[in-house]
């Protein structure tokens, strides 16, 4: 039975939920005060990542955090006026690094994200961009034979879930990239990895298919919920209220208040990252190149390079700190020692991070009608077409393609 259906945010995770909710035939209602992917869907590395079934937290994580804490351009830094109100959040991390638990997470993420290719080309094709879905792989670099000995139990679990990996050193690096620094001791491709060209024009691609489709967006800030039994009859906003006869809440950072008057209490936290855009310059690599060091990419975009990363822990309401975008640049001129460029543009957003690494994707406990697709972290592109198949079949009260059990609101 076609519904209608009223999807919370309008970022890539929530375009995703609402293109298969209107290709399998329902009304589609997507509300987000700012325009389609111009939250963190529009600033992201660009990676289509299989291979990012490493969880943030690994046992021995906290031996390296200390010196990430006082770089202030590290790839971790938590904000100190901050660290009381994270401290629930760091908790709840650190009791996820344990190797038990690694593991479990590992196994998730795998079974969400190695079908991203699969999941996302169809969609692509059907918004008339199937050239945004690229599989050329990715790689990362090490300075030091120290860094990438220290990255091996991320490898050994790319490993385990059968992700391919390629070593090269020596002059097989500059080889294969001539335009990566000859000082670095090793290169880890993953050739069947993918990434997108121009993110932000993916997800306006989605919305003017939506719209062509007879979707409606609805630029405001939704506020809560008014509800008829146990199930949503409204999404009330900063204006007019939404009749629905279903909700999905795919609101990234800003989810975890909707998701408490749904009945469920989550640890969601900013995991905010930058960006620079360098427009013009003058060396790119063919493929996106990450930093074993300084946990950056470095995307080859049609507007110009990417360089995108790091973790900042802080308020969703925190100013950003432009010394931290401005120091990937000087970073990645480490990797790429000719690199230069005349302008580039500075950005900051918000990942939806949980501190199991995993999204919260399924059904409310407060509503019968209320779905939940947020806290992806570092991994929304990778995963909003799978999770969006995922909750068209909730929706359609279909058994989805995986277990989902790991991703229940209910876990914490």
């Not at 293109?19 to 325009?35: E, F, N, S």
């Not at 091996?152 to 385990?160: C, D, T, V």
């Not at 209320?370 to 991994?379: E, Q, R, Y």
């Amino acid at each position: 039975m076609n519904v209608h259906v009223t999807v919370i945010g309008a970022g890539v995770v929530g375009l995703a939920c609402a293109t298969q909710l209107q290709i399998r035939g329902h009304a589609v209602t997507v509300v987000d005060p700012r325009p389609p992917g111009e939250h963190c869907s529009f600033g992201n590395a660009g990676c289509f990542s299989r291979a990012s079934c490493v969880p943030l937290g690994l046992p021995g994580l906290w031996q390296q955090v200390p010196a990430w804490l006082l770089d202030p351009s590290g790839p971790l830094v938590v904000r100190w006026r901050h660290v009381h109100s994270l401290a629930p959040w760091l908790w709840r991390f650190q009791r996820a690094s344990s190797p038990a638990r690694v593991k479990a997470i590992a196994d998730a993420l795998h079974s969400l994200l190695t079908v991203t290719l699969d999941k996302w080309r169809p969609l692509a094709a059907h918004a008339g961009v199937p050239e945004l879905i690229v599989q050329q792989g990715y790689a990362f670099a090490y300075e030091s034979a120290t860094a990438f000995a220290a990255d091996a139990l991320g490898r050994e679990i790319r490993a385990a879930h059968g992700v391919q990996i390629e070593v090269l050193t020596g002059r097989d690096i500059t080889a294969f990239e001539p335009a990566l620094s000859p000082r670095l001791t090793h290169l880890v491709v993953l050739p069947e990895q993918g990434h997108c060209p121009n993110p932000l024009r993916l997800s306006r691609a989605l919305a003017a298919r939506l719209r062509a489709g007879g979707a409606s967006f609805v630029e405001r800030t939704v506020k809560g919920f008014a509800f008829a039994d146990d199930r949503v009859a409204l999404v009330l906003t900063d204006g007019e209220a939404v009749e629905t006869d279903t909700v999905v809440v795919a609101a990234g950072a800003h989810s975890a208040g909707l998701a408490a008057q749904l009945g469920n209490a989550v640890p969601l936290e900013s995991e905010r990252g930058y960006h620079v855009m360098l427009e013009s310059p003058n060396v790119a690599p063919r493929i996106p190149i990450a930093s074993g060091e300084g946990k950056y990419f470095a995307t080859p975009m049609e507007g110009g390079l990417r360089i995108a990363g790091t973790v900042e822990l802080a308020s969703v309401d925190a100013p950003p700190d432009d010394r931290r975008a401005d120091a990937l640049l000087a970073k990645a001129r480490r990797l790429f020692p000719t690199l230069r460029t005349k302008r580039y543009t500075r950005w900051m957003g918000h990942r939806p991070s949980l501190p199991d690494s995993l999204p919260v994707i399924g059904r409310s406990q407060g509503a019968s009608n209320a779905f939940f697709a947020f806290g992806h972290g570092h991994t929304g592109l990778t995963a909003a077409a799978p999770t969006g198949e995922i909750v068209a079949d909730l929706v359609d009260g279909r058994a989805p393609f995986m277990d989902i059990a790991p991703f229940a609101a209910d876990r914490f």
